[in-house]
């Protein structure tokens, strides 16, 4: 689906980070705030902290039972 887009994921080569997580069962939330941080240095980013915030997700689904 995303290779359809045109985003290629660092797995196959690409500079796009994945990290699989789940908030309901606090899974791997660790892993994506590291990436977040390694990514935002490593492109030299810099905001202010007491501004608003936004966030984009790329992929992601909706179980009808759970919201």
Do not use: F
């Not at 899974?27 to 994506?32: R, V």
């Not at 935002?40 to 915030?53: T, Y």
């Amino acid at each position: 689906m995303l290779v359809q887009n045109g985003i290629q994921v660092e797995d196959v080569g690409g500079d796009v980070q994945v990290v699989p997580i789940s908030a309901l069962k606090g899974i791997n939330l660790d892993l994506l705030t590291e990436a977040i941080v390694l990514q935002a240095e490593l492109m030299e980013l810099k905001g202010d902290p007491r501004g608003l915030v936004e966030g984009v997700v790329i992929e992601s689904r909706t179980d009808p039972h759970r919201g």
